[in-house]
């Protein structure tokens, strides 16, 4: 969307800045997982397994069709920060997708307790310009068909994310963009020693329960 922009941060006005932050966090922090396990009668996800409320912890519901809409939605909710926010240039937008992943890592209205920012960075990067967004998909689709473990692919396509948005916008999105991906690197620690000791679970995999898809 704004391949062909140059993004400044001094160039943004402190109004603008402001309403990017709130209208992102305010977005982000829409708890989808919590509102579609309600919906379908699975009551709430905080209670289940990792307790964020992110697609990955609906899946453990058995509703499938709450996981995918809470997937979709939070994917949608970054889109839609970077989108709305976008009208008022490229440095708005960035500004607004990075407080959308603020928000739904770290809801208010939920003690500042989301999901782990995955499809939210999805969304966000699809939006900012589609070719990084789908790259980092085919990136997560092409970890995961080799190794069948999600939380690393999830680890793999966020963190070349930011090389992406070098080779194919503007320098200025790689810090922000690289920032993200530090934190879903914080959000999966406890998948990271998991992967460390052998211990995650494929996709796929019967006999254990709370690893199998990462967003």
Same mark, same amino acid.
């Given at each position: 969307?704004?391949?062909?922009?140059?993004?400044?941060?001094?160039?943004?006005?402190?109004?603008?800045?402001?309403?990017?932050?709130?209208?992102?966090?305010?977005?982000?922090?829409?708890?989808?997982?919590?509102?579609?396990?309600?919906?379908?009668?699975?009551?709430?996800?905080?209670?289940?397994?990792?307790?964020?409320?992110?697609?990955?912890?609906?899946?453990?519901?058995?509703?499938?069709?709450?996981?995918?809409?809470?997937?979709?939605?939070?994917?949608?909710?970054?889109?839609?920060?970077?989108?709305?926010?976008?009208?008022?240039?490229?440095?708005?937008?960035?500004? *607004?997708?990075?407080? #959308?992943?603020?928000?739904? !890592?770290?809801? %208010? /209205?939920?003690?500042?307790?989301?999901?782990?920012? @995955? +499809?939210?960075?999805?969304?966000?990067?699809?939006?900012?310009?589609?070719?990084?967004? *789908?790259?980092?998909? #085919?990136?997560?689709?092409? !970890?995961?068909? %080799? /190794?069948?473990?999600?939380?690393?692919?999830?680890? @793999? +396509?966020?963190?070349?994310?930011?090389?992406?948005?070098?080779?194919?916008?503007?320098?200025?999105?790689?810090?922000?963009?690289?920032?993200?991906?530090?934190?879903?690197?914080?959000?999966?620690?406890?998948?990271?020693?998991?992967?460390?000791?052998?211990?995650?679970?494929?996709?796929?995999?019967?006999?254990?329960?709370?690893?199998?898809?990462?967003?």
């Amino acid at each position: 969307m704004f391949s062909n922009q140059a993004f400044s941060i001094g160039s943004i006005s402190w109004a603008y800045a402001t309403a990017a932050i709130l209208a992102g966090y305010l977005l982000g922090s829409i708890p989808f997982g919590l509102i579609f396990s309600r919906l379908s009668g699975a009551g709430d996800v905080r209670k289940l397994g990792s307790g964020n409320i992110g697609a990955t912890n609906v899946l453990r519901t058995g509703k499938r069709w709450a996981a995918a809409a809470t997937l979709i939605c939070d994917a949608g909710k970054g889109a839609a920060a970077v989108l709305i926010a976008g009208i008022y240039g490229p440095g708005s937008a960035v500004i *607004a997708g990075v407080f #959308a992943f603020f928000g739904h !890592v770290f809801p %208010v /209205w939920l003690r500042f307790r989301g999901g782990k920012g @995955v +499809a939210t960075f999805l969304g966000v990067a699809l939006a900012l310009d589609w070719r990084v967004g *789908a790259l980092t998909a #085919a990136t997560w689709l092409a !970890v995961a068909a %080799v /190794w069948r473990i999600s939380s690393l692919s999830a680890l @793999v +396509a966020a963190a070349v994310t930011p090389l992406y948005f070098a080779l194919l916008v503007d320098r200025f999105f790689v810090l922000p963009a690289l920032a993200l991906a530090l934190l879903i690197m914080v959000t999966h620690r406890p998948n990271i020693r998991r992967l460390m000791r052998g211990e995650e679970s494929r996709m796929g995999a019967k006999g254990r329960t709370g690893h199998e898809i990462s967003f």
